[in-house]
């Protein structure tokens, strides 16, 4: 079973910067994509940014310019920096690995989340 520790979220004022990260943790496993997502208060979880294991990259278009994911295959770890931040990304932040469970005879195909961290940005 793959576990998803994350870290990093906080309270910042607007304009200020924050880093998530997160790791994964198990055995048996072969991550394809990593991501963020996000839940405000009375809305839909929303992708924010996702990452590939080739390094393929796509962002939600209320972050592009400002929130740049980057991940480390070789520790199954991925990381959301965030610059620029505004009162609209207050959220609880997600982190999402999908993948391949490889224990099985047939690798069978995994989805796991985070337990998620509180980023609020005041104005």
């Known amino acids: 079973q793959v576990q998803l520790v994350e870290s990093g979220g906080g309270l910042v004022q607007a304009g200020g910067s924050l880093r998530l990260s997160c790791a994964a943790s198990g055995s048996g496993f072969s991550i394809n994509v990593m991501g963020w997502y996000r839940q405000a208060p009375g809305k839909q979880r929303e992708l924010v940014a996702a990452?590939?294991?080739?390094?393929?990259?796509n962002y939600s278009d209320s972050v592009k310019g400002r929130f740049t994911i980057s991940g480390d295959n070789t520790r199954n770890t991925v990381y959301l920096q965030m610059n620029g931040l505004k009162p609209e990304d207050t959220a609880v932040y997600y982190c999402?690995?999908?993948?391949?469970?490889?224990?099985?005879?047939?690798?069978?195909?995994?989805?796991?989340w985070g337990q998620g961290t509180q980023v609020t940005v005041s104005s």
């Open positions: 990452i590939t294991r080739g390094g393929r990259i």
């Open positions: 999402n690995a999908e993948g391949l469970d490889l224990r099985p005879i047939l690798p069978k195909s995994f989805g796991s």
